[in-house]
């Protein structure tokens, strides 16, 4: 698969007159809206769990040195929590250039905070993609953030948008916040 993503998603859903759609926002998408929305709710996705297995060549990092980004691995029993934004089929034309490197639209159940229930899209990113990295210790993934730059800004500024966006809807995650303490950890080492 190569790393740009966007015809293959326009390929995907053609949303067949659909007025406006949900989609569920768990990373970037959480803080950075920067598209026109009807609605936005605090949402979960059940049997999937945030994880910064995925590079980041275009936006948070360069082709020679990537940055690490969320993407979704399958978890049964866990819950991620996010934001669900209903938009209109338009909104993808910009989202799927943003989304570009690695991620493919899904639908998947969202659960609003009411229990409610609706089918959404959601961009998600598996380990057959070329930008994909895996797995690491935190240590290693907080070094990687850590020094990693691209046209979006700097990649610990990911992090750091996003724990803070998931402490202000009281939302749990024990990977995010790991990471966040090991990117202060290691500003302190180099502070010294
Ligand atoms: C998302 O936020 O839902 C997708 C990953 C990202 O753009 O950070």
Known sequence: MTHDTTALNRARHRFDGAPAVWLFGYGSLIWKADFDYLDRRHAHLHGWSRRFWQGSHDHRGTPEAPGRVLTLARDPGASCAGVAYLVTPAVFDALDHREKNGYLRHVEPLVFDDGSRVDGLVYIADGHNAAWLGP????????????????????????????????????????????????HRLAGLTAR
């Open 136 to 183: 690491a210790s935190d240590t290693a993934i907080a070094r990687q953030i850590a020094a990693a730059h691209g046209p979006s800004g700097a990649n610990r500024d990911y992090v750091l948008h996003l724990a803070d966006a998931l402490r202000a809807q009281h939302a749990e995650d024990a990977h995010v916040f790991a990471i966040e303490r090991e990117l």
